[in-house]
Structure formats: structure tokens, C-alpha cells
């Protein structure tokens, strides 16, 4: 095992539980253990912790808190939107338009959705990772009721423009699901501006716990879904069990820390991205992709020529980074993101994800800029 000091860079794939977020947990594992549903002292407890949580994630995207379903995470909360939105409205059409470019938790579930009679369209992307909005706008059908697009790309990091999405796919008489997990706590996400009518998000992103997720209903647009698990009636009965009160109180705390921090630390952190682009760019041994895109402040995603990406991960052993998402991460495929975007196999196979984060510093910077591009200079004399 190598003695160097190792540096975490994958931010996008999880965060570290902030130790206030701990702090606030840890009466509701003990001494406030009661379930939420009970109607005694220690139900009520727990019950009146699950409602303060609920009011610091809608302060934190600005949303009504009874728009808002707890779940085991964003994939879990993706499934129940999907499913239960287009099974509930199949009578008005069957026809999703989402994206090439989205989470697998949104690709896997529509290609469910089509076994089950629903038609797809897939909207295409430029080399930035940009849908053409005139491609969506002339997609959307008199069959179509849903549009899902993500806010901001968890490999990438570009951000959809969503405002002129929301415009396009409302005056079309559809509706809009997103999934903003990569963007909530990293940018403002004002879903109240935003209009969208279905948006889904997790709680591991933003220092909080694993396990605990959301679904957001915008009930002012009258969206309505079916159930797709049964027993209990908690959740307003769309997402019935026990509530994890410990992970959902987890949850409310990192929100309400973001909600406190985010600006600052997000002019600090695009200010280490950017300089970690400098320091790679100065040697022109890779590309960023996405680099003239709206982008995250902490994301950014590069590529090498004639390098093996299988030796550049192992031989960067003391940095936590990704090739792409870490639900597919464990595969060797080529990302489906950087493929939409035009990327050849091995391009893609040689590309990197950087994500920054709270514990990010400047050092940091310094000594993961100087390890990729010696490890990536020793490959490329390999090769010749």
C-alpha cells in the first residue's frame, strides 16, 4: 500500500456525512428513536422532526414542504415519478421524451416503461453535451406526457437550460420531470421559478446521509401519481413504511447548511476547478469536455489521446476519481455521456471525472494537477 497521501475527487459519486449533520442525527438512533407514525410522545417527537426536515429542503429549493416525498434516494424517487406518473396518465398518451445524456436510474426505468407499451424518444446532444431545443420542441406530440431532463449532468456537469425547457414543454400542453440531484447544493435550484412538475434529488450529495432521498410534486400544476408500492399509508401513501427518521432529520440538517454555505463555497470551489484546468491544460495533454458549456462549479471532466484509461485509474491510486457515474462505474464500458456527445470508445475510456468538494483545498489542487500529468506523460512514452 503506497504511503503518499490520498486525495478524494469524487464528490459527484458521494459526500462525506458533515459532522454537524452527524451531531443532529444522533438523538433520533437513541434517546428519540420513537416511529413516526405512533400516536405517543415518542412518535410525536419524531413525527415533529420529519416535518422541521421537510421545511429545510423546501427552504433550500424553494418549494411548498408538503410537495415533498421522502424515499430511500433519487433512484427509488426517479422509479415512483416514471412509473407512477405515466401508469396513472397512460389514458392522455404513452409517448416520454428524455435524453441520451440522463442518469441510468432515468435511462433503465423508461426502457422498462417501454415494455410495458410506452414509446421513447431519446434527444440527441452536440459535443458539449446540449440538447438542440428545437429537436425537443418538435418531439413533443399530442401523445407525449412526460419530458424528463436533468438540470446538470453528473459527468459532466453541463446544466440544462431549464427555464426555456420548462416554457417549450409546458406551452406544448406536457409535463417536466428532472432529476436536479447533482445540482441541489451546488447552484440555487429555485423550483418555484423553475415550474418543473416532477424533480427528484438525494440526500448523499450534499454531506447528508445514504439512504434517504426525495421526490418533488408540484402540486400547484395538479400532478398526480399512482402508487407503486402498497401498505401503511405513510407519504401521503405514494411511498408507505416506516419513515427513516434518523437518515430523513440527516438529510433536513444538510440541507439547511447548504442553504447557509453554498454561495461562498461555491465561488471557492469553481476557483479549484479552474485552476486544475489551468495546470492540465498548460501541458495540452488532455481535453475538457464540456469546457464551453454552463457547467457545475466543482465538475469537470477530461480526456486523454493514446493513453489506456484501465493503467491511468490504477496508476492514480492515491486520487478518488471516476471514470463516470459511480452506479456503472465498476464496468468497463465506455461512457454512455461522452459516446452522446461524440466521443470515440477509447477517448472515452480514457477520460476522468473530477469532482470537488467541501474538504477540497488548494493543495489538494497542486498535487492532483502534478500526478495526472505525470502519469499521464509515463503512459504516453509507454505507448511509443
Not at 475527487?9 to 458533515?18: C, R, S
Not at 424553494?62 to 396513472?88: D, H, M, Q, V, W
Request: hydrophobic letters at 35%; a neutral charge; charged letters at 25%.
Amino acid at each position: 500500500m503506497t504511503s503518499k497521501k490520498k486525495i478524494y475527487l469524487d464528490y459527484n459519486a458521494t459526500t462525506p456525512v458533515d459532522r454537524r449533520v452527524v451531531d443532529a442525527m444522533l438523538p433520533y438512533f437513541t434517546d428519540k428513536f420513537g416511529n413516526s407514525s405512533s400516536d405517543h410522545v415518542f412518535g410525536w417527537d419524531s413525527k415533529e422532526a420529519i416535518d422541521n426536515s421537510r421545511e429545510q429542503i423546501a427552504r433550500l429549493i424553494n418549494c411548498k414542504p408538503t410537495g415533498i416525498t421522502f424515499t430511500s434516494g433519487a433512484t427509488e424517487a426517479a422509479n415512483l415519478a416514471l412509473f407512477g406518473y405515466c401508469k396513472r396518465n397512460n389514458s392522455k398518451g404513452k409517448h416520454i421524451i428524455t435524453c441520451k445524456t440522463e442518469h441510468k436510474a432515468i435511462l433503465d426505468t423508461v426502457k422498462a416503461l417501454e415494455t410495458e407499451g410506452f414509446e421513447v424518444t431519446y434527444l440527441n446532444v452536440d459535443s458539449d453535451g446540449n440538447i438542440d431545443l428545437s429537436e425537443l420542441e418538435s418531439s413533443i406530440t399530442s401523445e407525449t406526457i412526460l419530458v424528463c431532463l436533468m438540470l446538470a449532468n453528473n459527468e459532466t456537469g453541463l446544466i440544462h437550460p431549464m427555464n426555456k425547457i420548462e416554457r417549450i414543454v409546458h406551452s406544448k400542453g406536457s409535463k417536466l420531470m428532472s432529476d436536479v440531484t447533482q445540482a441541489v447544493g451546488k447552484i440555487p435550484v429555485d423550483l418555484s421559478k423553475l415550474n418543473i412538475d416532477m424533480a427528484i434529488f438525494s440526500s448523499h450529495k450534499i454531506y447528508g446521509p445514504k439512504g434517504v432521498g426525495a421526490l418533488y410534486i408540484n402540486k400547484k400544476n395538479k400532478i398526480e401519481i399512482e402508487p407503486q408500492v402498497f401498505g401503511g399509508g405513510q407519504e401521503k401513501a405514494l411511498r408507505p413504511g416506516t419513515l427513516n427518521v434518523p437518515g430523513i432529520v440527516g438529510f433536513g440538517k444538510a440541507a439547511e447548511i447548504a442553504t447557509n454555505e453554498m454561495e461562498v463555497e461555491s465561488i471557492r470551489i469553481s476557483k479549484l476547478r479552474d485552476k486544475l484546468e489551468e495546470l492540465l491544460l498548460v501541458s495540452n495533454a488532455c481535453r475538457i469536455n464540456s469546457m464551453a458549456a454552463d457547467r457545475l462549479p466543482n465538475t469537470t471532466n477530461i480526456s486523454f489521446e493514446n493513453i489506456d484509461g484501465n493503467q491511468l485509474i490504477r496508476k492514480l491510486n492515491t486520487l478518488a476519481v471516476s471514470r463516470g457515474s459511480a452506479c456503472t462505474s465498476n464496468t468497463i464500458e465506455p461512457s454512455h455521456v461522452l459516446k452522446a456527445m461524440g466521443l470515440s470508445d477509447e477517448r472515452a475510456l480514457s477520460s476522468l471525472r473530477i469532482s470537488l468538494g467541501r474538504n477540497t483545498r488548494n493543495s489538494d489542487i497542486e498535487f492532483a494537477a502534478e500526478e495526472i500529468k505525470n502519469t499521464a506523460n509515463q503512459l504516453k512514452r509507454a505507448v511509443v
